[in-house]
C-alpha cells in the first residue's frame, strides 16, 4: 500500500473518532446542516479516497487493515448522520458499495439516503 493512502486513511480514522467523541445528539432532530457535515467532511471523503485509490490516477492496493478501517471510518460517519435524524443505526455498508452509489447519484447526500433509509423522505 502507498504511503499517501495510509497517511490519508489515518487521518480520517482519527476525525470519524474524534466526531464521535464530540458529538452530542440533538435535542429537537432533525439537524439537517450537522447531518450533511458529516456526509460532506467525512464519509464522502472516505468514499472518494477508496474511488481515487482504485480508479484514480494513484491507483493503489488497500491493505486488509486500511481497508476495514477506512470502511469503519466511513460506517462511523453514516452513524453520526443518522443520529443527526434521530435514528440510531449500527451501518454496516461495505464502502464498495457506497462507492458504486456515490458515482451513480453524483450526490453523497443521496448515497447517504440510500444506503441509511434515512430521512424516510425529503419532508423527514
Known amino acids: ?10 487521518e480520517l480514522v ?3 473518532e ?3 467523541e ?14 450533511l457535515s458529516y456526509l460532506r467532511e467525512g464519509a464522502g471523503q472516505a468514499i ?6 482504485r480508479t484514480g490516477g494513484r491507483y493503489t492496493e488497500f491493505s486488509p487493515e ?5 470502511e469503519g471510518a466511513m460506517n462511523e460517519w453514516f452513524s453520526l448522520y443518522t443520529a443527526c ?3 440510531e443505526t449500527d451501518p454496516e455498508v461495505s464502502i464498495r458499495t457506497a462507492a458504486e452509489a456515490l458515482i451513480e447519484t453524483e450526490n453523497v447526500h443521496d448515497t447517504a ?9 425529503d419532508n423527514d
Do not use: C, H, N, Q
Open 1 to 10: 500500500m502507498e504511503e499517501w493512502v495510509a497517511r490519508e486513511v489515518g
Open 14 to 16: 482519527s476525525r470519524a
Open 18 to 20: 474524534a466526531d464521535r
Open 22 to 35: 464530540a458529538f452530542d445528539p440533538p435535542d429537537d432532530p432533525p439537524e439537517v446542516e450537522k447531518a
Open 48 to 53: 472518494w479516497l477508496y474511488v481515487e485509490g
Open 66 to 70: 486500511a481497508f476495514s478501517r477506512l
Open 85 to 87: 435524524y434521530g435514528v
Open 113 to 121: 439516503r440510500i444506503l441509511t433509509g434515512v430521512p424516510r423522505s
